[in-house]
């Protein structure tokens, strides 16, 4: 110690000011650490919000074909008498060949109605059947589309259950094409 007292007052010598006054510190302000208090509440809402998409996300439930076409043939009735018979002729025989091609793997929606019948008369799809009720159906449907023939309430809603019909009456035995 008494060296550090000498060095001290030999500065003093060659200083000629004089000693200097006393410097005061401002207080120390305690450092609030925002930053992380900011990541902690943004990792804990991320935490709250995945926890609740999982509690919360919707179910996805797998439907088969069958279950496809009747909820769109059920649509389909619903709005039978706003639609012109041509829109309603395509758009019933397109829920049957849309059903046909998820159900038996028929490319059944890009052919024509000889071209698709031939291949459900000679293929192995389960369908030999039911060719000729699927025919029926088919030229019927045409017949208003491509003939311009018109149909009554009555005939739309017996077109309809035609194709209701084929959809519950498919044996549920075949496989579902993948």
Avoid at 10 to 26: F, H, M, N, S, Y
Avoid at 61 to 76: D, F, G, H, Q, Y
Avoid at 114 to 139: I, K, N, S, W, Y
Avoid at 159 to 165: M, P, R, S
Wanted: a negative charge.
């Amino acid at each position: 110690m008494l060296l550090t007292v000498s060095s001290v007052l030999a500065q003093e010598a060659e200083d000629i000011r004089g000693p200097k006054p006393p410097v005061e510190l401002p207080d120390t302000v305690p450092v609030t650490p925002w930053g992380m208090y900011a990541l902690i509440a943004f990792i804990a809402l991320g935490i709250i919000g995945g926890l609740l998409w999982w509690l919360l996300r919707k179910q996805v439930v797998a439907t088969t074909p069958e279950e496809i076409a009747r909820k769109e043939l059920s649509r389909l009735r619903a709005k039978c008498d706003l639609m012109k018979a041509d829109e309603f002729a395509e758009a019933a025989s397109g829920v049957l060949r849309r059903f046909i091609e998820c159900r038996f793997g028929v490319a059944a929606p890009k052919r024509t109605t000889e071209e698709f019948l031939q291949e459900v008369v000679r293929g192995a799809h389960g369908l030999e059947d039911r060719a000729e009720t699927l025919r029926e159906f088919l030229r019927a449907c045409d017949l208003v589309k491509f003939a311009g023939e018109d149909l009554d309430k009555l005939q739309r809603e017996d077109l309809a259950f035609k194709a209701w019909g084929f959809v519950n009456e498919v044996p549920k035995t075949t496989e579902v094409a993948a």
